[in-house]
């Protein structure tokens, strides 16, 4: 409501000039601002300042009384354009500049550990002890648990005493006594076949010339044939005895193999009761306590669970047309990219990453292809589960326009800045951002370097509007 329109229903006896109105105008609009100084001509202000400048509200009440003198017939013309230059805001404007800045995009990714391991007792027993903190650290060969492992000490003794006699078994076939005893009646065989057939040699003559009866010769043949029917058998007993000899080496021979591996079974029993570490890493929560029996036959539920952390999985997901893209990219360019993760509250993790794994197929259900990058992790910051983003970068860096992120407005939906023209006329531009960078924000379109852009007041202004720009700096 204008200071004029106040005055309005007052009768004619009650009318002031408009002269006297517009002088009061003015010192109420003074009042209104506060300002030292403005009830006087401003010589106070400037003594007390040692001669220094008037202020910007001393000079805008100059000027508005400099417009009511010029006119003493009541125009309201200059006294409405006095009242707009004393409002006029004082905003801070800054020149759009440049960043240097890396081409780069994000995908939104899991970590997973390198390497997971269920824990699980190999022979049953009963459980001892346990010798780790639960979430804590532990390195490969650490021990975890022990069993009870009586049982197995006594089946290694048992399995010694089998090695023991199977040696011996071995050792008798080895020697062979039934084959000599066959060598032995096959030699007497040979003794006798040979006598008796010298006595046939011999009375053959004596019987053809009458000296000795017939029938001496002819038990003399018998008796030789009876030799050579002996000799035979036992040479048959021989080769029987000889092959059953070596069979029973044989025997023998798998008999004490047998007998080794019982005990190396045994023994290596005795040493699957001191469960160690596979790998080093973080190892989860004990799903059992000692005095419990573990190991049984279809009990499948592990121990514990340890996950490798070093190195660590970066998972993550791209379209088809990202993959083609990329693909297309390390084709045409040998520029370097920087595998980065960003973690969830933004920061970025101070190790590079270098790509592991690109998955054999396109999934068709989601139209994506899996990547694997790994990134090391020393100091177990990253965890499995976690979630962040990679960000894939390029190594050189471009000179790209970028405004403060305070200058920016989300209206309607739209990222909007007030751009000040030559005319220190305040004019709203939409730009389309592209990703943050430090404190600022990366134009990807709709703002040049150069150009004025407000910075601080932006609630004082607005669209069309004239403002008083003060140039600041970061």
């Not at 003559?205 to 029917?229: E, H, M, S, W």
Request: net charge negative; glycine share 8%; proline share 4%.
């Amino acid at each position: 409501m204008s200071l004029f329109k106040m005055f309005s229903g007052l009768d004619n006896s009650q009318r002031w000039s408009r002269r006297t109105r517009a002088l009061l105008a003015a010192g109420m609009l003074s009042s209104v601002l506060l300002l030292p100084g403005c009830g006087d001509t401003g010589n106070t202000t400037g003594q007390e300042n040692g001669g220094a400048e008037s202020s910007p509200a001393s000079s805008n009440l100059q000027q508005t009384q400099e417009a009511l003198s010029q006119d003493d017939g009541g125009e309201t013309s200059n006294l409405e354009k006095a009242a707009a230059a004393a409002q006029v805001p004082e905003v801070s404007v800054m020149q759009v500049g440049t960043a240097d800045v890396r081409y780069s995009h994000e995908w939104p990714a899991t970590l997973t550990s390198s390497q997971t391991v269920d824990v699980r007792a190999r022979v049953e027993g009963t459980l001892e002890n346990f010798s780790f903190k639960e979430g804590w650290m532990v390195q490969a060969g650490q021990v975890l648990f022990t069993l009870d492992d009586a049982p197995y000490i006594a089946a290694a003794q048992a399995a010694k005493a089998n090695l023991a006699k199977a040696e011996a078994d071995l050792q008798y076939a080895k020697s062979q006594v039934n084959v000599r005893a066959a060598e032995a009646k096959v030699a007497s065989a040979k003794v006798d076949l040979n006598r008796t057939q010298q006595d046939v040699d011999r009375y053959k003559p004596l019987a053809a010339n009458g000296t000795i009866a017939q029938q001496v010769f002819d038990n003399a043949v018998a008796a030789r044939d009876v030799a050579d029917a002996n000799l035979k058998a036992a040479q048959a007993e021989l080769s029987n005895t000889k092959l059953s000899d070596t069979a029973n080496i044989q025997v023998a021979k798998a008999g004490v193999e047998a007998a080794k591996a019982q005990l190396t079974q045994a023994e290596l029993n005795i040493g699957y009761c001191t469960i160690t570490s596979p790998v080093s890493g973080v190892i989860g929560k004990l799903n059992v306590t000692p005095g419990n029996l573990v190991g049984q036959p279809g009990n499948t539920a592990p121990l514990v669970t340890l996950s490798k952390l070093d190195p660590i999985y970066v998972n993550f997901s791209l379209s088809e047309n990202e993959y083609l893209w990329l693909m297309e990219y390390a084709k045409d360019s040998a520029e370097e990219v920087v595998m980065e993760l960003v973690l969830g509250d933004g920061k970025v993790y101070p190790y590079k990453g270098s790509f592991g794994m690109l998955d054999r197929t396109l999934d068709p259900t989601t139209g994506t292809m899996g990547v694997r990058i790994v990134f090391p992790n020393p100091d177990s910051l990253l965890r499995e589960g976690q979630y962040g983003k990679l960000r894939l970068s390029s190594k050189n860096t471009f000179k790209l326009v970028a405004v403060p992120q305070r200058a920016v407005m989300n209206i309607q939906n739209e990222h909007t800045v007030y751009v000040v023209d030559s005319n220190n006329i305040v004019v709203a531009r939409t730009i389309k951002l592209g990703d943050p960078h430090d404190d600022d924000y990366i134009v990807e379109n709709g703002l040049k370097e150069g150009e004025k852009i407000i910075v601080d007041g932006l609630g004082s202004v607005r669209p069309g509007t004239p403002c008083k720009p003060v140039m600041v700096s970061k």
